[in-house]
């Protein structure tokens, strides 16, 4: 309750942001929802930063901070998030979704690089924690707003709200999603765009933001509760798979939204189920008189299925991949997988050609499609974009795509095509790695369990920063064949290392796309099989990425620069396995570097606030 010891801080910190409020134009600030009035939590914004000599990581060197000297804190416009229990039908079916500002929404955040944004989370839930990470965001020196449950926080409770308070950088397409229980997969997610200093706020050129969603006929919780009832489906491991392919998602395609709007599906019991909405038939048209070109910022926000993207008719001409630029790759069609970004640039011209769709969302294996379709489509018109639908591999863990394509996952088969990173992106840091880490993939669909290292990832309550990393659960035996072992599995890296982490997936026939907080990494191959014992060929200008998706049966090098002090989750971003326990930490620094380098301030969330998890199915 408000006044009692536990909260002083709270109270202080309400205070200090009522000054900070002065100094700013409004922007510091504390949002309390009316149930505070009867004695909900309060939870302070946090994470302030001074109105002067911000502080930044420099990508080129070891602790070393680009200091923002004599330059007044710039702003972005606060953004707030209202999450809400309710129920969505977009193919009829309702099911239980997490609604924002009332409805199946969401919130686009946007900022200039540099810039310092507020966003205020409200939690409406009625009985369940949540949390927001902001996926891409290096958040040096604010590793508290991390956002991920166990790791740089504890959920917010239900009647509460947080502010998160963080730089814009680096810039490039990005998003934001819970990370606590099965949220995102739900609805709470949305768009995160960071533009370049060097735009001065105009983009070039036009943009539409495409956040691509897949939907499930039941809610993340039920589907989870049906995977781990162990009813396995066609695949070999027991995923959704059809025509001698290895599985492709935990769930079998339900639909596809394009801003949270449905698309139209044109296989699958749901033909004809879905209508066009207005939004999407705004998405690629209502250009500026005179527009030649416009980029497109593809998200894949996708919980389960990996996706093929395409405008029928059209040249995609990719020019970023996970926010950081490329030199200019002209395709017909793009591979994403969940937590992956794309930009790409579309000719108005060749749209305005095009008759029947302005987009088409595929399944990897060429079995499920949907569009968004310009008018009601004939049945020879349907036919045709069904025929023209095909397998992106031959067949999983095989990286044969066409050269037409933007293969993400396959980067040596897109290097050996002359993927490059554009000439102003951070280059491989010099030297040889001072070690090798390598983590090994397991898992299976029935039972259901998936596993990194023969250790099902186990996450600490208190958070591992509220506590220093001392809430850790220690690593022991399951009493069962597989996984062997169960706790939070922690890789200690000293700061300054450069280390090459090695991901085996050589074991399960599932793709698996791996998203590394804090940090973005350099991927220097990928393969089919066992991955080599010793360093491949390293690329004269490998690309930076912060999520890849590790072939099935396969294996990705990456080389990673510590430079970031904190606690840094390293997951599969299918919502599923990450809930199962395919997690692992990176703990770059020692305890003390890490609160030196990341100083909690004194408002920051309490675990000792709530008792146990308000999300049941929270790993």
Known sequence: MLGTPEFEDDLECASSHAENKKQNGGIG???????????AVVICAIGTLPGFLLFRLSPTSDLQFRRLQNVQTVWAKPFTIDTSDGLSSPYSVEKEV??????????TIEANEDEVVDVTVNNNL????????????????????DGVDGITQCPIPPGASMTYRFMAYPYGTHWWHSHDGLQYGDGLRGPLIVYPKSWKGVPPLPERVLMISDWYQESGVKTYSTLLAKKPMP??????????????????????????????????????KAQVGANIANMLSGFPVGTTSVRLRFICATASQMLVISVPGCNLTVVAVDGRNIEPMSVDKIQCAAGDRIDAILKVSELAANASVWLQVSAVNGMQTAVAAKQTLTAAASNALLNSVKPFWSKSGICDSSPAT???????????????????????????????????????????????????????FPSLMNSGGKAAKPITLTGEVSPLKKGTQIIDIAVGELVDIVLDNSKTGM??????????????????????????????????????????????????????????????????????GMDIVLRVGTP????????????????????????????
Request: net charge negative; hydrophobic share 35%; charged share 15%.
């Open 235 to 272: 695949g070999p491991m027991g995923g959704d798979a059809k025509d001698g392919w290895g599985d492709i998602s935990d769930e079998t395609w339900g639909g596809i939204l394009v801003n949270n709007e449905p698309l139209v599906q044109l296989t699958g019991d749901l033909v004809g």
């Open 126 to 145: 009625l009985s369940q924690g949540t949390t927001v990470h902001f996926h891409g965001m290096y958040q040096a020196h604010t590793a508290w707003v």
């Open 29 to 39: 600030r504390i949002v309390i929802l009316a149930g505070v009035l009867i004695g």
């Open 511 to 580: 793709y698996h796309p791996f998203h590394l907080h804090g940090n973005g990494f350099w991927v220097i191959a990928t393969g089919e099989g066992a991955p080599p014992a010793f360093t491949p060929t390293v690329p004269e200008r490998p690309i930076e990425k912060d999520n890849q998706n590790v072939p099935a049966k396969g294996w990705s090098w990456l080389r990673f620069k510590a430079d970031n002090p904190g606690f840094w989750i390293f997951h599969c971003h299918i919502e599923f396995h990450l809930a199962a």
């Open 98 to 107: 997490v609604l924002i500002n009332s409805k199946r929404s969401y919130t």
């Open 406 to 460: 933007f293969d993400n996952t396959c980067i040596s088969v897109m290097y050996a095509r002359g993927l490059k990173p554009s000439v102003d992106a951070t280059p491989l840091p010099s030297g040889e790695p001072n070690r090798k880490v390598t983590i090994g993939f397991g898992g299976n669909m029935a039972p259901y369990s998936w596993f990194l290292n023969d250790i099902k990832f186990v996450f600490p």
């Open 592 to 619: 003390e570097q890490i609160d030196e380098w990341s100083k909690v301030p004194g408002g920051y969330l309490k675990c000792p606030q709530m008792t146990s998890k308000t999300n049941g199915t929270s790993p």
